[in-house]
């Protein structure tokens, strides 16, 4: 992994960690321990899932660059579907307050995201490679007349 992507990474999970941390501290006090677990576990998994997706969609625009868009788009669907079956399939649990964790899911991928988004825009990532053995030969830049 490149620099700029784990940098990009670490500027993503970050700020979704610390907004777990919030949403685990309102869960708690507004569903008890149960909303805590389902902060908690919301968290995670987008973490999880976003995570992975930005690592797949920096190999593929490494080793597919042609590709970039169209897997970064439908990566992103699938992510926003795989959340929405986790809502759906952990709808009726016991093991924590359902509505804890859909609300965190929600909030958590939109922070990671906004973060995304911001590191995007804050990196400095060349976007043309200049050609080192070209910009160093001498040559005869002017008019030939």
Do not use: C
Not at 102 to 119: E, F, K, N, P
């Amino acid at each position: 992994m490149r620099s700029n992507d784990a940098r990009t990474l670490l500027q993503s999970a970050l700020p979704t960690a610390a907004a777990g941390v919030v949403a685990a501290i309102v869960s708690a006090v507004v569903a008890g321990g149960k909303g805590a677990v389902g902060a908690v576990v919301a968290t995670l998994i987008v973490i999880l899932f976003m995570g992975i997706g930005l690592v797949v969609l920096e190999r593929t625009a490494k080793s597919l660059p042609h590709l970039f868009q169209a897997m970064g788009l439908m990566l992103y669907a699938a992510q926003i579907l795989l959340l929405f079956i986790f809502v759906a399939a952990f709808k009726n649990t016991t093991l924590f307050n359902p509505k804890a964790f859909a609300i965190t899911l929600v909030a958590a991928t939109l922070v990671w995201i906004a973060a995304q988004a911001r590191a995007h825009m804050k990196a400095k990532i060349l976007y043309v490679e200049p050609d080192s053995s070209e910009a160093n030969k001498p040559g005869d830049k002017g008019s030939s007349s």
